[in-house]
């Protein structure tokens, strides 16, 4: 009986290492905000970076578009600016957008032929937009009016992320209360749950105020965004309100 289950165990090691082992170096994984400076990792570093290609592709299946060759960075990509090779060959990204969203692979080349598996780099970036948005002059951000501020999961696999490895978001105040069960807030979740929205009507006392969006994997927070109230130009006093520029 013994012998059988250690048999058993043995099999299993053997199947899921071959599982694995198919894959190579295991992908990584990087949530962020937008707007934040994020670093993705190489894992398959030789001890020089003129070695190193990272390229980049949104999808699977789509082309890949080469950011980094030979340890030199590329041009003609509409972000090259942003973009800088970190000493550990790993890829830095400055303000990072929601447009960043995809996967990174990191291949090492000596003569020409490549060395090693690849290292892929998931970045997964989370990112809070706010309706009527206060860019528009017409729509001003003040007392009354009602927000809808939308906290959206901007990555290749959100839903999956969402049904098998336990990702969830949701909308929390500065003191970190879930605000799901304030009657003063609509919260609602996308059909795929990668975008939690939550509705208000404004106060007077919301100025400053700061809502925040919390992504978690299995109760573990990993990053978040927020939105501030502002009520520029407008002060308000004993529910009188006038315009001070
Ligand atoms: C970051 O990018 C946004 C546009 O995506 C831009 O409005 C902002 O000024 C940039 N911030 C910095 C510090 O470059
Ligand atoms: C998220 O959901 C809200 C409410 O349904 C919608 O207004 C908003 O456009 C959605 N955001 C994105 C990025 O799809
Ligand atoms: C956060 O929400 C809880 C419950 O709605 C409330 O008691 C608390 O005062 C709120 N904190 C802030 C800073 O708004
Ligand atoms: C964004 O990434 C940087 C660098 O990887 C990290 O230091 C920072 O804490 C991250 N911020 C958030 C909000 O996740």
Known sequence: MA???DLCLLGLIVLSSLLTGTCGVDDGRVFNRSGENVRLPCNNALSECTTTTWNY????HSAAAELIGLGIKKKETERHERLSLGSDCSLNIKNVTEEDYGSYTCRQFVNDKQQ???ARVFLHVLHVSVSPSSSSSQTEISPGRSVTLSCQLYSVSCDYLVRSEGIDLLWVNQTGVDLKTDSR?????????????????????????EWRCQLTLRNQLETSDRYTVKYSGEETISGISFRSS
């Open 3 to 5: 012998d059988k289950c």
């Open 57 to 60: 592709n949104r999808f699977r």
């Open 116 to 118: 090693g598996p690849d």
């Open 185 to 209: 807030y609509q919260i609602l979740f996308s059909s795929d749950h990668c975008n939690i929205s939550l509705t208000t009507t404004l106060l007077n006392e919301d100025d400053n105020r």
